[in-house]
């Protein structure tokens, strides 16, 4: 039997599950809280999220009692650091995917807005990722890399430096009939001299990885939200799911041709897989799970449990 340890990288916790060919074998858990500060800024510790997925992973190993075969990882998207590609070590917390301090890049860039949508389907917010990596080089630190966190935990597991086609389209770097890095676009943020990491397809293997008892691959890289679209079963064109967790995000199979929305979504490689590229559109709500949160930390209720009741309340 082939067990896969799939490990999903979120806002606010990681999971583990090892499945095996027909079944689940073990879940685990490991929560996370993201520093809402001042100014629109959201933060994460990187230690904390790296901790995480090992203690996930291992907790889930662990219940399993069986060897794997393989790792999966899903990541959180948008959020980004800067770290050292020779130690791994970050150098800057994690700007987290609703983090808002990236609005003056964006303003700043205004007439590039056109060619930003155009070529990558997506539209000029610090949303994405590429705003975010240009503040942490206007604002913190000129050292090391930036990008988006899957490359740092993938060159934490594996000593490699990839990401995968997904997660790549949500930077607002890359071309969406391309689904790779765009000069073009690199040089508007003014990051056409960073290092960047090689683009693999979803089902490419990235390297090996000790982490979790005897070297087996990872491989199964893909942005959170494409993942749950392909994990639903939304495989043709027109399958939409919407699922609920930090934030709300609606994604609807577009079918294998790059196409442009022109109601307002946004645009994204959904997966690479056997050599053919799927897209999707896709809507966001960034506070769902994180409002519940919210109103937990100001005492109106005590648990996600009570919201029926205080909504029932006149």
Known sequence: MTT?????????????????????????????????????????????????VLEAGRQACARAQVPIDAVALANQGESVLAWDLGTGAAL??????????????????????????????????????????????RNRTRTGVVTMTDSWLLHRLTGEFVTDAATASRSLLTSLDTADWDADLLAVFGLDAEPLPRVLACDEVAGTTTA??????VAGLIVDQQAALLAQGCIRPGDAKCTFGTGAFLLANVGTTARRPTTGLAASVAWRLAGTTTYCFDGQVYTAASAVRWLESLGFIGSPADLDDVAAED
Do not use: M, N
């Open 92 to 137: 800057t917390p994690i700007l987290g995917w609703q983090d808002r301090r990236a609005e003056e890049v964006c303003a700043g860039l205004r007439e590039h807005a056109d060619l930003v949508s155009e070529r990558t389907g997506l539209v000029l917010d610090p949303y994405f990722a590429a705003p975010k990596q240009a503040w942490i080089r």
């Open 4 to 52: 896969i340890l799939a490990i999903d990288q979120g806002t606010s916790g990681t999971k583990a599950v090892v499945v095996g060919e027909d079944a689940i074998l073990a879940l685990a858990e490991v929560a996370l809280r993201p520093q809402y500060l001042a100014d629109g800024a959201v933060e994460q510790d990187p230690q904390d999220l790296w901790d995480s």
């Open 212 to 217: 979790f008892g005897a070297e087996v691959p």
